[in-house]
């Protein structure tokens, strides 16, 4: 089942205006072998598909060692590199038509420092890809920051998720504010609750859409969480048991719970660490919890939120919360540690908001700070403090709210001045506006634009 991605269009926006290596980064499981092949066999008239991983790696090792051999007193070899494609494939031919990808490089630190070649050497475009690409932090990788153009893939967001369904149109159309008819609303927020419990990996997705049963889609979600844990621990000589990466996902769920205040500053590995120590297994140190923690961020499973203090917009302090990357994640850990339902809807809509704020960062510009970002107010707490670079750069204070809460620190933060608009994000409303308080469906947030 082809499920139709918004990173294609990239991709045709690479093709057209750069001639760097692409490079395609991504959590295992994401679709980044599925979407890039495609998007090869579509616009070019050849492709090279080789996978580290794999026997055409090997293979492809072997072409670039004949390629180079050379011995003294001989006429050193031209274009090696070319040659080794040639030994790899006869029909290779190096012009702008051919298209080589090479999967899973962060496997051979020899093939990523070529990445130089394939963007200077070549008329041929290059796509390099993995899914542990934070392993070529390693000194035997050679960083080629000016040769290379970023695209990270992420699972499917609500919009995709929504395409999928056929439901698309009715999405894009909705009113954020009220006008449309109850039906449309109650419709896409079911459409909202199945997404936030299944999240958007492919194969759950296409899971869900082939049995519309939630149960089985999150089986199929387990089978990606263990592939993930049994293919890291090999990356690590200290840590020698999977169960140490689901302890971790276990206490990250628990922080989520128990950390509404943020961390104290420097103290996200030690406080996970100590929750690990103390529920699973006292024999992990504080130094392997960094390096997981670390790996589980590079390997795009984990993401980080900032903290703004009092609203102050110059005091920032990274990584103050963690959340998971993909909203199917979060429900599961969080349903696996016994949390109450109401505080899991609470958490499934933050995690929600916090993922379309960081994809919104990376491609829009709209918005300042590294990252998304909670502030705290006068002992209460902003869920998401945004400062707009369009629109005359106002202050924007974001409620993400369940039920009848009320946003009281937001109210009051609007009211003292600290921020100018508060926008109230909710499951159960059909949207509004009242002076400076907007009050949009939380599904619908994508399409809202930080430009009043």
């Known amino acids: 089942m082809y499920l139709k991605r918004k990173v294609y269009g990239k991709f045709l926006e690479w093709k057209r205006e750069s001639n760097l290596t692409l490079e395609v980064s991504g959590a295992r499981q994401v679709g980044k072998t599925y979407i890039i092949n495609k998007f090869a066999d579509n616009e070019f008239q050849k492709k090279i598909y080789i996978n580290m991983l794999a026997e055409s790696g090997t293979v492809f090792l072997a072409c670039l060692e004949k390629a180079r051999q050379w ?3 001989q006429d050193r070899p031209e274009k090696p590199l070319q040659a080794a494609l040639q030994l790899y494939d006869k029909s290779f031919i190096d012009d702008e038509n051919t298209v080589v990808i090479i999967d899973e490089i962060q496997e051979s630190a020899e093939v990523y420092n070529l990445i130089r070649e394939f963007t200077r050497d070549f ?19 050679k960083m080629s920051a000016g040769d290379l153009t970023a695209v990270r893939i992420e699972t499917l967001t609500f919009e995709e998720f929504m395409e999928a369904m056929g439901m698309g149109e009715l999405l894009a159309e909705t009113s954020l504010y009220g006008l449309s008819e109850q ?3 109650d419709q896409l927020r079911q459409c909202y609750d199945i997404y936030t419990q299944i999240g958007g990996y492919p194969a759950v997705v296409t899971e869900y859409l082939e049995t519309k049963s939630i149960q089985k889609s999150r ?15 090999r990356y690590f000589e200290d840590i020698l048991d999977t169960t140490v990466y689901d302890n971790l996902f276990c206490s990250v769920a628990r922080l989520l719970l128990r950390e509404k205040k943020g961390l104290a500053e420097d103290s996200f590995s030690e406080s996970l660490q100590k929750l690990v120590v103390h529920e699973y297994d ?14 589980l961020f590079s390997a795009g499973i984990l993401d980080f939120a900032g903290k703004i203090t009092e609203c102050r917009t110059l005091d920032f302090k990274a990584r103050s919360r963690c959340f998971f990357t993909d909203l199917g994640l979060t429900c599961y850990f969080l349903l696996k540690i016994g949390a109450e339902r109401p505080a899991i809807d609470g958490l499934l809509q933050e995690n929600f908001v916090f993922l379309e704020l960081r994809r919104r960062m ?3 510009h709209e918005m300042a700070f590294e990252t998304p970002a909670f502030a705290t107010y006068k002992g209460g707490e902003i869920d998401f403090f945004v400062k707009s670079l369009i629109g005359g750069e106002k202050r924007y204070g974001i409620e993400v709210k369940s039920g009848k809460n009320q946003a009281l620190t937001g109210q009051r933060a609007l009211e003292e001045q600290k921020i100018d608009i508060l926008l109230l994000l909710k499951r159960n409303t ?10 949009v469906p939380v599904y619908l947030f994508h399409r809202f634009r930080f430009d009043l």
């Open 183 to 185: 039906e449309d609303y």
């Open 282 to 295: 006292s024999n992990i140190s504080k130094a392997v919890c960094n390096r997981a923690i670390n790996w």
């Open 123 to 141: 008329k041929s475009r290059f796509i390099v890809t993995g899914s542990y690409l934070g392993r070529v932090l390693s000194p035997d990788f």
């Open 362 to 364: 990376e491609r829009l």
């Open 219 to 233: 089986e199929k979600l387990e089978d990606v969480i263990h592939l993930f844990c049994a293919e890291s621990v």
């Open 430 to 439: 059909m949207g509004g506006i009242v002076g400076n308080i907007y009050t």
């Open 71 to 73: 011995e003294p007193g």
